[in-house]
């Protein structure tokens, strides 16, 4: 029975897209399929200075999301993944950000390579996104963005452990504005008991920087610490349903939420 160590949506979500199992990519010819469903409701807001407040809203903004994903295993170093997430905000979610009406969209797809070293079971992440998407969801008129970063993963007896850290920066506009870089570190670890079940806990670190118009800062760093427990469930020798809840333990000029995400992908050897 295989059951794969799966993390979605590389670049931009809260756990991104790694294999690491026995190998840490996709075997030569190798698919997975994933699709993700989750929603997160605020409950809270960090200020500036990591501090807690009531998240003042007529009822509990909820921020609903969805993602498709699509990995293949380009030779035994190296696999390419794609990914396309989507979002809606309900109206109490707008009204946190001063907007009067609930809104939903696209945001970039994303393209990225990982490439392994050797056997260690580490290596580099390299991708782009396309100037596609929601400018609501995406924050800016959207804009090609690029991604770098590094993956390592370990495995003994029925303990497993990996990380993850990805830095991404879009090129200033023709208007001068520049969105903040993204800095994101990973890290998680799981066992691996009978029946293909796979509890897990991750903790992820998200940085984004001040953006800037020409030159001059137009906004706050937003910072982000998320704990999310998980389990993965094995359906049958290809499929594997993937359970997450996240919950925002610390930041700052962030919404603190906690929710349910729930994934099954699909992995065909070639």
Not at 115 to 129: N, Q, T
Not at 200 to 206: E, I, K, P, Q, S
Request: proline fraction near 5%; charged fraction near 15%.
């Amino acid at each position: 029975m295989r059951i794969q160590v799966i993390l979605s949506s590389l670049l931009l979500a809260s756990l991104p897209a790694l294999a690491l199992d026995e190998k840490p990519l996709i075997e030569q010819g190798g698919m997975e399929f994933g699709l993700r469903l989750g929603f997160d409701g605020t409950y809270q807001m960090l200020d500036d200075s990591w501090n807690f407040h009531d998240a003042t809203s007529p009822s509990a903004p909820i921020a609903y999301t969805s993602e498709a994903s699509f990995k293949y295993g380009m030779n035994d170093k190296s696999d390419l993944e794609v990914t396309m997430p989507w979002a809606f905000h309900d109206k109490d979610y707008a009204s946190l950000e001063n907007r009067t009406a609930s809104y939903g969209g696209f945001d970039r797809i994303q393209l990225a390579a990982k490439i392994g070293l050797a056997k260690s079971g580490a290596g580099l992440v390299a991708g782009f996104y396309f100037p596609l998407g929601h400018e609501k969801i995406v924050g800016f008129n959207p804009e090609w963005g690029f991604t770098l970063g590094a993956f390592g993963g370990y495995k003994k007896g029925i303990w497993w452990a990996d990380g993850l850290t990805t830095w991404s920066t879009t090129p200033q506009n023709s208007s001068g504005f520049q969105p903040g870089d993204q800095t994101q570190l990973l890290s998680r670890g799981g066992l691996q008991l009978d029946q293909g079940v796979a509890p897990n806990l991750a903790l992820v670190y998200n940085l984004l920087g001040s953006p800037t118009q020409n030159g001059k800062t137009t906004g706050s760093t937003v910072q982000k610490i998320t704990a999310i427990p998980g389990c993965l469930l094995q359906l049958d020798e290809d499929w594997t349903l993937d359970v997450r809840l996240p919950v925002v333990v610390a930041g700052a000029n962030v919404h603190a939420s906690a929710g349910l995400s729930v994934g099954i992908v699909g992995y065909f050897e070639p």
